[in-house]
């Protein structure tokens, strides 16, 4: 028996072929993805004591799952972590594990096929090799920034070394995940497979020819010296904070600032790694940006066990919400049918859809398949064969009804019809139905391609299965589902309206538009309210707060915004509201405001509170299960500040003293 059979590992298979080539697979016990833990980092060490004592002709890591290579160091460990002193340990014996096989005097390759992130990814990054599929699945990425840290595990150092700063930094600062295609024109990927191809053989091949280790071009090479660094640092760095400010997400200044340091010096940058993640994981950010990360975690189970199939959606309405929803169905894989009541309106949406799968689906048969799926549908031909329709029509309730008597007649056994309303209760709108308990609520958000949730609203009649079956469509099109009862505004343009009615206020007693945006940004949001309530269009905001907000507010609400409608200034749609808008953005005159810390953070608080207080009405009005699904809810249907863990936490931390305010 060879002795790697031997080895007693839980989390590691090992074989060795007639020529002594070890293929090591990743198959971490009792979990459906492999993520890196403590233990599989302990056995880990157990394979490299063995292969530097046994006679090896070189070694693959390759998985064992078919859902991915390693999808990073698994999260839920952090949390037994408290202090940069107890983290510390844990990466340098990380660190030491993977430098002990980039040494290895045999050639090592790291195959992968599925999603390769994180902790994954520098491990194949102290291989001498890696080859990828063109899986569509594959992705390769550090994506770390998005819980407030950087890579730990040497993958700072090795990618720039591999590619270069200029190109390295910028994937650390974004955490974008790479197509097997893209890496290799990069460098990071040695070899690309088609999806089917023996990737164990390949990776056999590349052992035993032992070609030459990719190294950075000149030019890769150049963006790491002393003379360049400072120069593209400060580059990378203005563009950073036209994103993100330093004081909200200090990760990806932390990025920069260990390359800038120390790009061109190996073993220092390596060194420093480790200190600069321990900094960074005490931050309040990282500690909140982890906890959204169980948050989205949170809105994925939500699907789990629904037993629906969806393969067809039908589409009525193909304005901007639901021409919208159509495409990125389409997108999704799902054949879609759209329907309006003239053709004109169904062309507009699928040349908008044309823009969105050049942006979003590669390569060009990805896009060519994406507009074969979405068919126009004037007559709804596509109602009988559909398993859900969707209706996104103008917010009128008996045009909503009269609607819903001519569909469900036509729709098919078991199929769900679900309403895209963002304020109207559901049971006005299910008045006439036969099939009451088929009926749900789908509110997607505008932009639909940008914003991730969708919420999955329930009332009184609907099946619970159906419910459910709600959460599976919206997660099998790739967003996030949040479950809510029927009540006017729901969770998202409930809390959103009190925030845009107080920016209104603040607007009519002096505050400038330029301040309260910029206060409001300040603090964290995306978006200012004023810019936020063009971009949502005023006539949606005007029926919006006409809904939900109080007999005063309505008729301030109304005052302001009537006229500037009625002049077709709706805001961004229209070219004009607040703001006059060109190219997509807003013309702001002083985009910063010119108000003291002082005021911003009081202007700040003031906009907020009222969503922070609609918030805990919404929980004792029991409208979400919990106050974790709330939070997670406003973050991904709002933008609420993610670093900020949400409006809930985020209040109850502040009024206990332990954030900033």
Sequence with gaps: MSVFAELKLKHWRLEQDVDGFLFVYINRAREAVNSLSRAMLLELETIIDAVTSNPVEGLCFISAKSSGFIAGFDIREFDKFRSAADILPDLEYANTALSRIEKLPFPTVAAIDGFCMGGGLELALACDYRVATTNDKTRLGLPEVQLGLHPGFGGTMRLCRLIGGKDAVPLMLTGKGLRASAAKRLGLIDQVVKPHSDLRWTARKLMQRKPKKHKATFTQTLTNSRLARPILAKIMERATRKKARPEHYPAPFA??????????????????????????????????????????????????????????????????????????????????????????????????????????????????????????????????????????????????????????????????????????????????????????????????????????????????????????????IGKFPIEVKSAPGFVVNRVLAPYLIEAMHAHNEGSSMDDIDAAAEAFGMPVGPIELADQIGLDVCLHVTGTLGSDENQAMVSKQLQPMIDKDKKGKKSGEGFYVWKKGKPVRKNPGGDMTPKAVESLAQRLISPLLEECERVMADQIVASEDMLDAGVIFGTGFAPFRGGPLHYKKQRDQGGTSQ
């Design 255 to 476: 990025i920069i600032d260990l390359w800038r340091k120390h790009g061109n010096n190996c073993p220092e940058m390596l060194k420093q790694e480790a200190p600069s993640f321990a900094k960074l994981f005490e931050t309040e950010a990282a500690t909140n940006l982890r906890r959204v990360f169980h948050l989205m975690e949170g809105l994925k189970s939500q699907s789990k066990g629904a037993k629906f199939d969806l393969k067809r959606v039908h589409v009525i309405g193909a304005g901007i919400m639901g021409g919208d929803i159509a495409a990125w169905c389409a997108l999704r894989g799902f054949e879609v049918t759209l329907q309006d009541r003239e053709q004109v309106y169904i062309d507009g949406a699928v040349k908008r859809a044309k823009s969105l799968f050049a942006k979003r689906a590669k390569p060009s048969s990805a896009r060519k398949a994406a507009g074969l799926r979405l068919i126009s549908d004037l007559n709804g031909d596509g109602i009988a064969r559909a398993d859900v329709v969707i209706e996104a029509i103008v917010e009128d309730l008996e045009i909503k009804r009269a609607l819903y008597a001519d569909v469900e007649p036509r729709m098919k056994k078991g199929a769900i019809l679900a309403t895209n309303t963002s304020a109207l209760p559901l049971d006005q709108l299910a008045e006439g139905l036969k099939r009451p308990g088929q009926f749900i609520g789908l509110h997607f958000f505008n932009p639909v391609a940008a914003l991730p949730l969708v919420e999955v609203i329930a009332w009184e009649k609907s099946k619970k299965s159906v419910v459910k079956a709600g959460c599976k469509i919206v997660s099998d």
